[in-house]
């Protein structure tokens, strides 16, 4: 079992970065493939970016391509997102995930959750 905890969201102009941090405890966090959802008031969890075990691979949605970064850092057992260039539609709580059976983009494939950290984007 892996233990998840987000941070780092906030209030932002567009155009502004901000960048979340999702740390874990428990198991052996290099065993996971991790990846960043984000849900707003009132639709679907969405999948956003994944990282594989090593952080060599990567995938993104197409909303975010070229603007978010996903990263991770398996010595201090945390996962990043990177978000450049902002706008009022990123707008959301934005929640890591883990797995254990493969880089996904289906909210399904991820068991283990964290909180989540609000993210407002002002126009």
């Known amino acids: 079992q892996v233990q998840l905890v987000e941070s780092g969201g906030g209030l932002v102009q567009a155009g502004g970065s901000l960048r979340l941090s999702c740390a874990a405890s428990?198991?052996?966090?290099?065993?996971?493939?991790m990846g960043w959802f984000r849900q707003a008031p009132g639709k679907e969890r969405d999948f956003v970016a994944a990282?594989?075990?090593?952080?060599?691979?990567?995938i993104y949605a197409d909303s975010v391509k070229g603007r978010f970064t996903a990263s991770r850092d398996n010595a201090k057992n945390t996962l990043y997102l990177q978000m450049n260039s902002l706008k009022p539609e990123d707008t959301a709580v934005y929640y890591c995930?883990?797995?254990?059976?493969?880089?996904?983009?289906?909210?399904?494939?991820?068991?283990?959750w964290g909180q989540g950290t609000q993210v407002t984007v002002s126009s």
């Open positions: 995930a883990a797995s254990s059976l493969r880089l996904g983009t289906k909210a399904s494939d991820y068991r283990y």
């Open positions: 428990g198991r052996t966090f290099s065993s996971y493939a």
């Open positions: 990282t594989g075990l090593s952080g060599s691979s990567a």
